[in-house]
């Protein structure tokens, strides 16, 4: 079956509440920072800081990989999990 991919480059959030939610949903962690489940896997990137103004925010990038049939529930639920105000 083919696979849909996308990267986010999410901001506010602990790397560790990415990982909490991916075993949440079902997860197994594969390798560090690689969970996979039946048609989907998510790698995360490393927790790194930027500065706005004088906030200092997490930064995690990750990468969600899904079979077709699945990718747009599977990211619009991802979606909503991590929506913030004005991002």
Do not use: H, N
Not at 1 to 15: P, V
Not at 40 to 45: I, R
Not at 59 to 73: A, L, N, S, Y
């Amino acid at each position: 079956m083919a696979k849909q991919q996308k990267s986010y480059k999410m901001r506010g959030f602990k790397r560790k509440s990415f990982e909490e939610y991916f075993k949440q949903i079902g997860g197994m962690e594969t390798a560090e920072g690689v969970f996979e489940s039946e048609g989907w896997k998510a790698v995360l990137g490393q927790e790194t800081y930027i500065t706005m103004g004088s906030i200092k925010l997490p930064q995690v990038d990750v990468e969600i990989t899904c079979e077709d049939d699945i990718f747009g529930k599977f990211t619009e639920e991802y979606k909503l999990r991590f929506l913030t105000a004005g991002g």
